[in-house]
């Protein structure tokens, strides 16, 4: 809220606006001990956190139209979505696990991981250019189902919770637009017993995918999509592969 919470310069005074899109947003020590909560839908440039007392809570959308550094306590529930449209965004995670679903969804834009990524949620690609870099990116499902411009360079290792759920764990179910480069791999640990979906998009290229544990059945997809490993440890349901991918 506005008031004497916010400062529209770096340890300047309070008393002005909430942030927009065009304002960066720092919490740091001068922020001191305290709990922000988003309580209704926000938006901000980039959220630089460099001190680790400040706790952000609540279920309202946020939307971040540049780069973030998480730190401290991100209990935060509401969707959080990158919506920039240019190069050059970075995501430093700092050991913070997300509480929330993340969407990228900006035409022509870019983000690279810093670190690790992790999240209760779901990560959504809609339109731009995600980079792992290496780190490793952990998520209840990976989505990108649509015919938008997407890039997904991917060299580190990624891991699948799937919560129990059932129906698509890893959608490029619509893989029009979608361009991917993948030397990592990709684990799934539900070990519940509810069918999981993987379609792999055509003609993509996954290169490692690994299904561990679990008791219900896996239902590969994706006609012409390619598969170049594909391993199973202490999982003893059934799978298909139907429409035919390539393994």
């Not at 310069?9 to 927009?20: C, L, S």
């Not at 960066?24 to 988003?38: L, R």
């Not at 690790?116 to 189902?145: C, E, I, K, Q, W």
Request: negative net charge; contains cysteine.
């Amino acid at each position: 809220t506005a008031g004497t919470k916010w400062s529209l310069t770096n340890g300047g005074a309070g008393g002005e606006t909430v942030p927009d899109a065009t304002m960066n947003v720092y919490f740091d020590s001068g922020s001191g001990t305290c709990t922000v909560t988003i309580a209704a839908s926000s938006v901000c440039l980039s959220v630089i956190q460099s001190s680790a007392n400040v706790t952000v809570a609540g279920g309202s959308a946020l939307a971040i139209s540049g780069s973030a550094t998480f730190l401290g306590s991100w209990t935060h529930t509401g969707t959080k979505t990158f919506n920039s449209t240019t190069t050059g965004n970075t995501i430093t995670s700092n050991g913070v696990v997300l509480a929330s679903a993340v969407t990228f969804n900006g035409v022509g834009g870019e983000w690279t991981l810093a670190d690790a990524l992790s999240t209760s949620g779901t990560v959504t690609l809609t339109n731009g250019s995600l980079t792992d870099a290496g780190f490793s990116l952990t998520a209840d499902r990976f989505v990108s189902t649509n015919s938008n411009t997407r890039v997904v360079t991917k060299t580190g290792n990624w891991t699948l919770t799937g919560s129990g759920v059932s129906g698509n764990l890893f959608d490029f179910t619509t893989s029009t637009g979608a361009t991917v480069t993948d030397s990592g791999s990709i684990t799934t640990t539900d070990n519940s017993s509810t069918t999981k979906t993987i379609n792999v998009g055509t003609p993509l290229t996954w290169n490692d995918f690994n299904i561990t544990a679990g008791t219900g059945n896996f239902v590969f997809s994706g006609t012409g999509g390619t598969v170049r490993n594909l391993n199973w440890t202490g999982f003893s349901g059934a799978w298909s592969n139907s429409p035919a991918l390539n393994i």
